[in-house]
């Protein structure tokens, strides 16, 4: 599996960005889809996750803000990020867990990760 995200920038506080992940290769679309990200000096948290299923969770930093979806047709995992302020200034990356359900975001458990795109919000 490949994956490669797309989409970050700098935005202003209170803007929005769509990220984008493309996964190709054996894609593994249905299984736990996640995305995660990584301030300087910070570990790697886990931000939103879709399960085989379709249940969706979030942490609570991004609740309310942010919208993971899946397109199984065009092999993509979305996160759509609203309201952003400068504690979102990170690295994001999204990931597979080749398991039905994404559990409680532990990193280790994540087996495919794309090469990050960077959010910076001023």
């Known amino acids: 599996v490949q994956l490669v995200e797309s989409g970050g920038g700098s935005v202003q506080a209170g803007g929005s960005l769509r990220l984008s992940c493309v996964a190709s290769g054996e894609t593994h679309m249905r299984y736990c889809l996640a995305w995660f990200r990584q301030a300087p000096g910070k570990e790697r948290e886990g931000i939103a996750g879709?399960?085989?299923?379709?249940?969706?969770s979030y942490a609570d930093s991004v609740k309310g803000r942010f919208t993971i979806s899946r397109d199984r047709a065009e092999n993509m995992i979305l996160l759509q990020a609203n309201s952003l302020n400068a504690e979102d200034t990170a690295m994001y990356y999204c990931a597979i867990r080749t398991d039905l359900h994404c559990g409680n975001f532990t990193a280790t458990r994540f087996g495919f990760w794309g090469q990050g795109t960077q959010v910076t919000v001023s």
């Open positions: 879709v399960d085989s299923d379709g249940s969706i």
